[in-house]
């Protein structure tokens, strides 16, 4: 009977450790999850995405916080400003390397995430064009 317990309890214990060897195995020494598989396929977050559907994605949401009044026409002109930026260093990296290495393409998606959360910041800042909102 103790035995039974034992093996139980052992079976129990490995399929607990299960998923967290594999989240540690899948995250870098800083424990952020890597984005590139061992052959160096971009795997990505959820949903993969491409660059020129991730840009078509940014510009949509700084056009659609112009048109609803979230974003005031300053915060617009710099977060394109900032967007014209991330767009012309793509151009750059596309034309020295003839296309994007590992390096280049989370470089961008480092600086798309950075865009991205400053979109969201300057969205919902309280600051609103042409009218006050309670």
Known sequence: MKRIIASVLAVTAVAAAAPAYAQYRDADRD??????DSNNNY?????WQSINARQRTLDQRIDQGVRNGTLTRAEAVRLRAEFRQIAYLEARYRRTGGGLNAWERS???RRFD???ARIRYERHDQQYRGYRRY
Request: aromatic content about 12%; charged content about 30%; glycine content about 18%.
């Open 31 to 36: 424990g952020i999850p890597n984005r590139y």
């Open 43 to 47: 795997r990505g977050y959820g949903q």
């Open 107 to 109: 470089d961008l998606d």
């Open 114 to 116: 950075r865009l991205s």
